[in-house]
């Protein structure tokens, strides 16, 4: 069967239907009214069952009110109505009223505000239908009766609700098919066959339900596309004005100047920004020829010959006090919808500090270039000394490596001898002054193609390329220690450092490399430093045992610290006029398991380039604290004990915590302690904070060998002092008639003037001990008095409390 005229074919279903649907295309997800071919069905999409009509948009209160209010009206005017038409028609009066009762019934059930308004529409609906059921009754079938229903379905859609609308058809639908099946006389005139006029009046129903349903259907689309127009539109102006906000928030919090100005060049418009960059407020400048803003008091002829995509411009504007800087200046048209220009934009940023910087920039980056060979000659050189530093060394012995033809090469290490009193004594500026001193000399002496390098601290290479042999090579080592020898000069002061060297020669199938050189003549220098220094030694494959016995010496001594090889005897202290032992010194032996008793120059000297010293230090002081309170248990009189620290040990900035620990722990008072301190390294700036920290604990303090360093008396008054100590070399010159004008004589004088008592070491002879008593000296120590011993002797020489026989 042909398609219907005005319809549009879809695809087919699955079950093989094509659906045809009208033009007119409804909203998605809602069941069309589709005619399917050969017959008129209500179509429902596959998948779910819906309705056909649409479920239209909740009306607000006042506009469902207006239309309930119109459907009432028109429900009474025909209410009043059917009674009259009755009696017309000849019927009684009990017939008009009982046709009259359900009408009024539903009606005033569709009154009824308590109820929903959808039960309200859908009584309503019912009352007019059954208007006009009654009125075909009353008519006795007449057909022109039956448009009734016609004229009243469409006020059943003024509610634009489904139930209302299908409830008015689905009575239509009741009284024509059932109702004038079952009393056909009640509903078509008995002269005509039912089935036929049932047929035709459904039809006509159904044609008007469709009429009435195309046209809920069209309004209800309109509406949408008019609202859905709307929102789109609002929602654009919403935008727009949500976009136009953010650009004057951006325009008002902007640090830049931003202006609008009108096409003759007055400005219309002025942010903040302009206002702190030109210093004119809007309502002084707004409506004022831009001319007023440039430095040269003139606008351009032609505002658009600067705008749209050109890039800024420079320009020099003024402020409102008349200053001028330099601006940046971007301008940009703004057209109307017709192309007319209607204004133009401008934004001016301060760029004086940034052309001020480049011209800085410039000026700079020239003055880099001429820096550029200073620059690359001290990325090569050492900044103190001018001499090569290690980047350099390395480069010239790769290339000297490298050239096979050159017969030997040799690289000497040299380190400087007793450096760091020079820094101790006299500060950093005295040590760069020596260094400085040393690189010239060390030039001086080599070969004008030899190189002479700085490593850092104290330590210089020198490389001498194509040697004739070992004995050479030497011969320039002497000549550099010699040189060494020389003194150096530092305003009053004189300083004179020796030096180590050690020499790595290379052979003519020599393989190693600038790192295993400098190894192995740091090993020479290293056992040419220990064996006296001031000495030059060439690497030989022996030395790499020595220095292994050197570690495992090392090694051993500190286990000895762990495992308790260590013992401490004690050396009695006399005071000289009364003979009382008045205290002892403490000092460290080592009972090694493997090697037997080792005296103190066996292994201190390791343990103080070791580092090793430092534990030793603690272990010793912590033994001499436990001692003194077995002692003061023991009721024996109080003792004071001394105990020699390094040389480094003031340095590190430890020595008053482990001190005081050390007390606290034993229980017994720090001023019993004494801590005795080699005059080189008292007199050193880097001791004198730590020796004010310890003095501090109540500590005492001693200047140790005093006559043999180099030291300056002003700076040994400025120290917290004690004692000063006579070393054994001055006491073993003295005799008993020949002890005036000594080196002891000088050392017992300047400590009675300092205040300091003055203790004088290595007492062996009586003769000696007779000059001391006769120079006044205060207290004395020796092998006449007692060697070191262990605690229990100097326990058993307290307890009989006699005095020294050799005193008295």
């Not at 009766?145 to 059943?156: D, G, N, Q, T, Y």
């Not at 409506?287 to 505002?303: F, I, K, N, Q, Y």
């Not at 010793?620 to 309170?629: D, F, H, K, P, S």
């Not at 008053?656 to 390294?681: K, M, Q, Y």
Request: with cysteine; net charge negative.
């Amino acid at each position: 069967m042909p398609e219907p005229a005005g319809t549009t074919t879809v695809p087919r279903d699955a079950d093989g239907v094509s659906r045809t649907r009208s033009p007119q295309t409804l909203p998605r997800g809602r069941a069309v009214f589709s005619l399917p071919r050969g017959r008129a069905v209500f179509s429902l999409p596959r998948g779910r069952a819906v309705f056909s009509l649409p479920r239209g948009r909740a009306m607000p209160p006042e506009q469902w009110a207006t239309h309930h209010a119109f459907v009432l009206r028109a429900l009474a005017v025909l209410v009043a109505a059917v009674p009259v038409y009755a009696l017309l028609r000849g019927h009684g009066p009990a017939t008009a009223a009982l046709s009259t009762a359900p009408l009024l019934a539903l009606t005033l059930l569709a009154r009824t505000t308590l109820l929903r308004r959808s039960t309200r529409a859908a009584a309503a609906a019912l009352a007019l239908m059954a208007v006009a059921a009654v009125g075909v009754q009353l008519s006795g079938g007449q057909t022109e009766a039956h448009f009734l229903f016609f004229a009243l379905l469409p006020l059943a859609a003024l509610y634009a609700a489904r139930a209302p609308f299908l409830l008015a058809v689905g009575f239509v639908a009741v009284h024509h098919f059932v109702l004038g099946s079952l009393l056909p006389h009640a509903v078509f005139q008995h002269d005509v066959a039912p089935l036929p006029m049932a047929s035709l009046h459904a039809a006509f129903v159904l044609l008007e339900s469709w009429a009435c349903l195309a046209a809920w259907r069209r309004f209800d689309d309109r509406r949408e596309l008019v609202e859905q127009l709307v929102a789109e539109r609002t929602a654009e102006l919403s935008a727009q004005r949500d976009e136009l906000a953010r650009l004057a928030a951006v325009v008002q919090c902007t640090d830049d100047a931003v202006a609008t100005l009108s096409p003759d060049g007055r400005i219309t418009s002025w942010n903040p920004g302009a206002e702190r960059l030109y210093g004119w407020a809007a309502g002084e400048i707004v409506g004022r020829h831009m001319s007023v803003l440039t430095g040269d008091g003139e606008s351009p002829a032609d505002l658009t010959a600067l705008s749209g995509s050109m890039a800024p411009v420079e320009r020099r504007h003024r402020r409102r006090d008349g200053s001028e800087f330099d601006a940046l200046v971007t301008f940009s048209t703004i057209h109307h919808e017709d192309g007319t220009l209607t204004g133009v934009a401008g934004i001016a940023r301060d760029i004086t500090g940034r052309k001020r910087a480049e011209a800085e920039a410039r000026a700079a980056a020239r003055q880099l270039e001429e820096q550029a060979g200073e620059l690359a000659r001290l990325a090569l050189h050492d900044p103190l000394t001018g001499l090569a530093n290690r980047t350099l060394l390395a480069d010239r012995l790769e290339h000297a490596l490298a050239d096979r033809r050159a017969r030997r090469h040799a690289v000497l290490l040299v380190d400087l001898d007793d450096f760091k009193a020079v820094n101790d004594e006299c500060g950093h500026e005295a040590g760069d002054a020596v260094l400085t001193a040393v690189a010239r000399r060390l030039e001086s002496v080599v070969r004008p193609a030899d190189t002479v390098a700085r490593l850092g601290g104290d330590e210089f290479v020198v490389l001498m390329e194509d040697v004739e042999g070992r004995r050479d090579v030497v011969a320039v080592a002497e000549r550099l220690l010699g040189a060494l020898r020389e003194p150096v000069a530092f305003g009053d002061e004189r300083f004179t450092v020796g030096g180590s060297v050690g020499v790595a020669l290379t052979g003519a199938t020599d393989r190693r490399g600038m790192d295993d050189l400098l190894r192995d003549a740091d090993l020479a220098m290293y056992v040419a430093k220990s064996g006296g220094k001031n000495r030059v030694r060439v690497f030989e494959r022996g030395m790499r045992e020595e220095v292994t016995a050197q570690d495992e010496l090392v090694r051993d001594l500190r286990a000895a610290v762990t495992n308790g090889e260590l013992r401490v005897l004690y050396q009695p202290q006399v005071d000289l006029r009364t003979g009382v032992v008045t205290g002892v010194e403490a000092l460290a032996r080592w009972q090694s398991p493997s090697r037997g008793l080792v005296e103190p120059a066996g292994f201190i000297p390791v343990a103080e380039t070791s580092g090793v010293v430092d534990a030793i230090d603690d272990w010793v002081i912590g033994e001499a604290c436990r001692q003194l309170r077995a002692w003061d248990d023991a009721g024996l009189p109080a003792l004071g004990v001394a105990v020699n620290v390094s040389a480094r040990r003031l340095g590190t900035g430890d020595l008053a915590v482990a001190l005081a620990a050390a007390a606290r722990d034993a229980g017994v008072d720090p001023a019993r302690l004494e801590i005795e301190v080699p005059e080189a390294v008292a007199a050193g700036p880097d001791a004198a904070a730590g020796i004010r920290e310890v003095r501090a604990l109540g500590v005492r303090v001693a200047i140790d060998d005093f006559g043999t360093g180099s030291s300056s008396l002003s700076r040994l008054q400025d120290l917290p002092l004690d004692r000063l100590k006579i070393d054994t070399t001055s006491v073993a010159l003295l005799a008993a008639d020949a002890a005036a004008g000594s080196l002891a004589d000088a050392v017992i004088a300047l400590g009675n003037s300092l205040g300091l008592q003055v203790v004088a070491e290595g007492v062996e002879e009586p003769g000696q001990l007779a000059a001391l008593r006769a120079l006044g000296c205060d207290t004395a120590q020796g092998h006449l008095f007692g060697s070191p011993v262990p605690a229990d002797a100097v326990t058993a020489l307290l307890r009989d409390g006699r005095v020294l026989t050799a005193v008295a």
